[in-house]
């Protein structure tokens, strides 16, 4: 099992044990599947491992409370697992995260106290998470536009978006992925045979790349009339 795989299963388990008590005895039984208290401060889980046992006198005890608490135990716990296997396929950005969970009807609180425990423990991390999926939106071929869209659509906040595509995204660099994917495209385009028609194909194709509009005239206009 590799290091990202080891310490999700960590914190699958740590997240079994906030679930495991047993109400109204004033002490916690864990999961028998979860790891130590002891491994889990050393994997960084620190919030996850709370203890959340009830106490109270006997014949005096707060059942209602103590079903609520363990009722937001394993929402929480629910919510972590989910999270977990999220992540287990690659890296979402803290809106895409809280999104999906969302969407799978989590209770609101659990899910912000799984994105804090996510957040301390730097399995979410949307600075990293930002500048790895825009080399991977760059590698694809993607214009300005394009890139700006679906990195705000993973879930990514707009000022990020904007710091990280003006530190490592230029304009000669869209130039460069303008050039690189008319040139894939010419095969296609020189089947037709009017000069401008070949033309207007090639601002459409660049366009729907999410090219920007000054880069597209630049590139469509380097190439001569032999070419179109």
């Known amino acids: 099992m590799n290091s990202k795989e080891d310490k999700l299963e960590k914190l699958r388990k740590i997240s079994g044990i906030v679930s495991a008590g047993k109400l109204g005895s004033g002490e916690v039984r864990h999961n028998p599947g979860a790891i ?6 050393e994997a960084g889980f620190g919030e996850a491992v709370q203890d959340e046992a ?3 006198e006997p014949g005096n005890l707060d059942f209602d409370g103590a079903v609520e608490e363990d009722t937001a135990a394993s929402d929480y716990a629910e919510a972590m697992e989910s999270a977990v296997r999220l992540l287990a396929a ?3 950005a803290e809106g895409e995260i809280r ?5 799978k009807g989590y209770d609101p609180e659990a899910i912000s ?3 804090r425990e996510l957040r301390r423990s730097n399995y979410i991390d949307d600075e990293a998470t930002a500048g790895i999926y825009l080399k991977e939106l760059i590698r694809k071929g993607y214009g300005s536009h394009k890139v700006r869209s679906m990195m705000t659509a993973k879930g990514l906040g707009r000022d990020l978006v904007d710091r990280v595509m003006s530190d490592h995204y230029t304009d000669r660099e869209e130039r460069e992925i303008a050039r690189r994917m008319l040139e894939k495209k ?5 089947r037709e045979k009017d000069p401008g028609k070949r033309k207007e194909k090639a601002y459409r194709y660049l366009y729907s790349r999410g090219i920007s ?3 597209i005239g630049e590139v ?3 190439h001569d009339d032999e070419t179109f």
């Open 90 to 92: 690659r890296n979402h």
């Open 113 to 115: 106290r799984v994105i």
């Open 213 to 215: 509009a000054s880069i």
């Open 99 to 103: 999104r999906k969970l969302s969407r």
């Open 186 to 190: 010419m095969k296609t385009l020189k």
């Open 54 to 56: 009830v106490q109270g």
């Open 36 to 41: 130590p208290e002891s491994e889990a401060a």
């Open 220 to 222: 469509v206009q380097y």
